[in-house]
């Protein structure tokens, strides 16, 4: 692909790994060529740089894919996924998930990114539900706004919740952020 294709959320192959641009900047001087400048991120190690190409410079579009997946079960450091239509496996490790395995439900539809063949990234439904398995007792009569406390689920993810939140209280937690999003009625 051309330089002149690059836009932000674009993905590129670059030094064997997939890069997503997350800025773009076109800049064309007086003289001379015009230049692309762009803040890359790694798919892989999530490391952040920037770098800079001339018009004219070409570039490896990365070959990613996507599949939509439903969480099975947990095994060792690996989570098992299954195709829904074929109910093939895919093995996850836990690296590859991240924070995303605390916020995982049986029978999540989740959409799995894959580079060359090779699980890299997991996107969980944007928020899930969760029990409060330990919290403390919030104080009576403290009442100022925006006052938290921690708060822990099933799988030992520690989330900040208001004060009226209590143990066995169920809750919604957006997975993008990891933050508690809304108390839900039982």
């Known amino acids: 692909m051309d330089v002149s294709d690059l836009r932000k959320g674009v993905k590129i192959k670059m030094d064997g790994a997939p890069h997503v641009v997350t800025h773009f900047d076109f800049m064309k001087p007086g003289k001379g060529q015009a230049v692309y ?11 952040q ?27 060792d450091d690996q989570y098992i996924f299954m195709h829904p239509e074929t109910y093939d496996q895919t093995y996850i490790s836990e690296q590859v998930m991240g924070n995303q395995k605390h916020f995982l439900i ?15 990234e997991v ?28 708060a822990q689920i099933d799988t030992g ?14 809750i919604k937690i957006d997975t993008r952020t990891g933050d508690y999003a809304e108390r839900v009625k039982k």
């Open 106 to 120: 049986d029978d999540a539809e989740c959409e799995v990114l894959y580079f060359e063949d090779a699980p890299i």
């Open 123 to 150: 996107a969980l439904p944007n928020f899930v539900v969760k029990e409060i398995t330990y919290t403390e007792p919030g104080a009576r009569g403290d009442t100022a706004t925006n006052v938290t406390k921690p």
């Open 37 to 47: 400048r762009c803040k890359l991120k790694n798919m892989l190690t999530g490391n």
């Open 157 to 170: 993810y520690e989330v900040q919740v208001p004060l009226f939140i209590n143990e066995g209280d169920l």
């Open 49 to 75: 740089f920037d770098k800079s190409w001339r018009s004219g410079d070409k570039m490896e579009k990365a070959d990613l894919r996507s599949s939509v997946l439903i969480y099975s079960y947990k095994e």
